[in-house]
Nanobody
Framework: QVQLVESGGGLVQAGDSLRLACAAS????????LGWFRQAPGKEREFVAAIRYNGYTYYRDSVKGRFTISRDNAKNTVILQMDSLKPEDTAVYYC???????????????????WGQGTQVTVSS
């Protein structure tokens, strides 16, 4: 069982930056597709960004140019750098891992086998 532990959430003002980190407990980390999802109160969980084993990255349109996902396979860690934050970015952010790496469903939460506990990000206006 892969365990994922997020860190780095907090309360910031609009325009500020935050860096989320997710540490994974698996020796085959480099083979996984890693994703970040978020869920705001009263809304469904939505895709934010993902990075495949080959380093290719994918983003939802509303965060392109502001968020950057990266991975450090030596440290079993995936990072979400969030810049120019907006109040609408407020949500609980979840890290997820997928061993199969199917590209066509990379934005689908159902594809991911393992999830972290989530970290709260609050952006005030």
């Amino acid at each position: 069982q892969v365990q994922l532990v997020e860190s780095g959430g907090g309360l910031v003002q609009a325009g500020d930056s935050l860096r989320l980190a997710c540490a994974a407990s698996t020796s085959t980390f480099s083979r996984y597709t890693l994703g970040w999802f978020r869920q705001a109160p009263g809304k469904e969980r939505e895709f934010v960004a993902a990075i495949r084993y080959n380093g290719y990255t994918y983003y939802r349109d509303s965060v392109k140019g502001r968020f950057t996902i990266s991975r450090d396979n030596a440290k079993n860690t995936v990072i979400l750098q969030m810049d120019s934050l907006k109040p609408e970015d407020t949500a609980v952010y979840y890290c997820a891992a997928d061993r199969n790496g199917i590209l066509s469903t990379i934005r689908d939460a159902n594809q991911y086998d393992h999830w972290g506990q989530g970290t709260q990000v609050t952006v005030s206006s």
